[in-house]
């Protein structure tokens, strides 16, 4: 289906905390859109499990794992959806996923309302100026609270947050919902709530929903001079409502709150709707791109499908025919058969095979307008790679990438083994810009690197079935770093003399601590006592010191090399002369600067009954955590803490056993501060051990 009128495309995603019902309200909404002619449960107890999570680990966790992209059309409008995870261990998905959309739902659960994750969520929305509308699920719940929910949406999140729905009836009683704008009431019939019924509402309803559409006029009278008139003129019409809410929304200035239980089908219809009315078209939103022919300059980019085509390539997959690779066209089109230009790798190629996805199911088409979502077949490019017709030189701005904070070793059991692991290793670190693999040169050992233990976890499951590697892990590896903690003076000559032309480079000046950056070298040198072609040599010098620190043996971090002197030798002096110099220079002032060890501290949210409250602080305490907040939430408690990432290893398994098994948690990276006295020396001793025994 070709389509031209942008005015009828959405690509929104669909982000909430784990377990909010992202991925069932996606299932519902490619069943009301006939994309899918039967519902299926998440958790795979039916033995099919949900159709956007795919992989058979998603499957049996019922858990999402990667982003899923599909499409469906509602009322003659077509919505390219991309279901993302909740887990924190795989924010990559989540950021590239709205690098791309143009808008989002954002879902809350009525009991749990604003959690950790929605946090997180909501500031990787604001990052890419991703208008939203928030769905408040499981409302049939017991404990169900649309109205603290909203509230929290306020206080929490500092959202404009207006409800422009009620519920009918809650928890077991949950029936329908009121809309706000038209004044009528919405039932779900039907075995799967497909038939809409419209009736007057209720009664003992009317009082509370006159009040709440006054207070939704008040607040979207603000982005609507006219309805402001029709307000004070006592003739106020759908059209003028709905036309402040869109205004409202696209601005970001405000929230629409819609509820409903996508389990037991309510409320999804009407969300829909409200994809359509308010979120934004590629028409709506106004993309920029750099220029590298001038300096990266800012270039704005049209939607005109006659334009030259830009598109970005912002998920790789390594699929059962080749590398699949998603992009977003931001402008002209791409059709099969034209050859387009990577303008980071500089290479041309031809788009043989131009596909939409559903999951995991492929539709071939022959063209694809600005501003939609499809995959192309065997392309080499990387991630973030922008795509032109070649008569520009454009780059789209990357996508934050958070670094890596936890580590193992990986060792194959065989030589078969080894051979496939290699494989599966290239394979992820292209596809997951967080997940990280190299060889330690010191122990030869295969390290990864990722966002945490359920990330690493999924890795190695994924090697174990998709490419048949037994691999045995070692203990997993903090991220520790080393810096300084006081101004230490350097004056170092590096001299060498081996027969003909020597080595000879002298370089004084001094490293202290610095707070804005890991590394950061200043040349206050005069009157030319280091030549200036040598300046780089000794910057060069100096960062290749930064790798290594002389404690533990990891990067050196928040310094500052200031130099001020030197000496040079008309034939002696040299690149790496310098080198050479900057480097002792280092390690001679570095001993002396009280080197300290700093270790990731996480921020870990802890959500659980308020009975285990005490249990839970417990457990935090004697993983030297400083609780900074514990709020009451209806029966449950959140404790907000910051842990070191060190003391967090297999603390699912202690909170379980703690709370029978009623409490979960989230982790992401704080910050780095230093190692206690006593653990620092423990660290230092059982690293020296460790490399002499290697």
């Known amino acids: ?19 909010s019902g992202k991925t069932t309200l996606t299932e519902r909404i490619l069943f009301y859109t006939n994309r899918i002619h039967a519902i299926h449960d998440v958790k795979g107890k039916d033995g099919v499990g949900a159709t956007m999570d795919f992989m058979e680990l ?70 890419y100026h991703i208008p939203r509308i928030a769905f408040i699920n499981k409302c049939d719940r017991s404990g169900a609270n649309p109205e603290r929910v909203i509230q929290q949406l306020k206080e929490k999140l500092n959202h404009t947050a207006v409800a422009v729905q009620i519920p009918i009836g809650l928890e077991s009683d949950l029936q329908g919902v009121v809309d706000l704008v038209t004044m009528k009431a919405c039932y779900f019939d039907g075995p799967n709530g497909e038939n809409l019924r419209i009736e007057d509402i209720p009664a003992d309803l009317m009082d509370q929903a006159a009040a709440e559409r006054e207070k939704m006029l008040d607040a979207i009278s603000l982005f609507s001079d006219k ?19 869109r205004k409202g929304t696209l601005s970001l200035a405000m929230t629409p709150v819609l509820v409903g239980s996508a389990y037991k089908n309510k409320g999804v219809q009407s969300l829909l709707d ?33 334009a030259p085509a830009v598109a970005l390539a912002f998920k790789i997959e390594e699929g059962r025919y080749g590398q ?7 402008q002209g089109k791409v059709e099969k058969g034209d050859t387009l230009y990577n303008t980071r790798s ?18 071939d088409i022959e063209l694809a307008y600005s501003g939609e979502i499809v995959a192309l077949f065997g392309v080499d490019c990387a991630s973030g790679d922008t ?85 045995e892990t070692g ?80 990067p050196i971090t928040r310094v500052q090399v200031v130099i001020n002197d030197g000496a040079s030798h008309a034939v002696d002096s040299s690149d790496i002369a310098f080198q050479q110099a900057a480097i002792g220079a280092f390690r001679e002032a570095y001993a002396k600067a009280k080197p300290i060890i700093l270790e990731p501290v996480m921020k870990v949210v802890v959500e659980g009954p308020s009975e285990f409250q005490g249990s839970i602080l417990a457990t935090l305490n004697q993983r030297r955590g400083i609780i900074s907040a514990a709020t009451e939430n209806g029966a449950f408690s959140v404790i907000e803490s910051e842990v070191p990432l060190a003391e967090m290893f297999g603390y699912s398994t202690v909170l379980r056993s703690a709370t029978q098994g009623k409490a979960e948690f989230t982790m992401e990276f704080a910050r780095y501060k230093p190692v206690p006295q006593s653990i620092s020396e423990e660290l230092i001793k059982k690293l020296s051990t460790q490399r002499k025994t290697a």
Not at 277 to 305: F, G
Not at 324 to 329: A, K, N, Q, S, V
Request: net charge negative; proline share 4%; hydrophobic share 35%.
């Open 227 to 245: 309805l402001t008139e029709a307000i004070l003129e006592e003739n106020v019409t759908e059209e003028l409502i709905y036309d402040a809410i």
């Open 387 to 471: 795509f032109t017709d070649g008569s520009m030189n454009y780059a789209l701005s990357s996508m934050h990438v958070p670094d890596p904070v936890i580590s193992l070793t990986v060792t194959a059991k065989d030589n078969k083994s080894q051979e496939n692991m290699s494989k599966a290793m290239n394979r992820f670190c292209k596809e997951d810009p967080t997940f990280k693999s190299h060889v330690d040169p010191e122990s030869n050992e295969t390290v990864i690197s990722g966002m945490g233990e359920l990330h690493l976890d999924v890795y190695i499951e994924r090697m174990k079935r998709e490419y048949n590697v037994e691999v």
């Open 346 to 363: 500089g290479k041309k190629f031809k788009v043989g095979r131009l596909i939409r996805m559903h999951a995991d199911k492929m539709e």
């Open 1 to 19: 289906m070709l389509r031209t009128d942008q005015k009828k495309l959405r690509n929104i995603g669909i982000s909430a905390h784990i377990d």
């Open 324 to 330: 699949l690779t998603y992009i977003r066209t931001y």
């Open 475 to 554: 203990m997993p590896q903090v991220a520790y770093r080393e810096t300084v903690t006081c101004k230490a003076d350097f004056n170092y000559t590096h001299k060498k003399q081996t027969g003909g032309s020597g080595q000879y480079g002298r370089v004084a000046g001094y490293i202290e601590p610095y707070d804005e950056g890991d590394y950061h070298f200043e040349n206050e040198i005069t009157g030319g006592s280091i030549p200036r072609e040598f300046i780089p040599s000794c910057d060069k010098g100096f960062q290749a010191c930064l790798k290594r620190g002389k404690l533990i043996g990891f």
């Open 274 to 306: 409200a994809v359509i009315r308010y979120l934004p078209s590629p028409e709506d939103t106004s993309y920029t791109v750099l220029d590298l022919d001038q300096d990266e300059k800012e270039v704005a980019l049209t939607q005109s499908p006659d």
């Open 58 to 127: 998603e499957r049996e966790r019922g858990i999402t794992i990667t982003s899923a992209a599909t499409h469906c059309i509602w009322k003659d409008s077509f919505i390219n959806i991309i279901d993302t995870p909740g887990h924190v261990d795989f924010t990559i998905e989540v950021e590239r996923s709205l690098r791309v959309l143009d808008g989002a739902i954002l879902v809350l659960c009525a009991v749990g309302g604003v959690q950790s994750q929605t946090l997180t969520v909501d500031r990787q929305m604001r990052r």
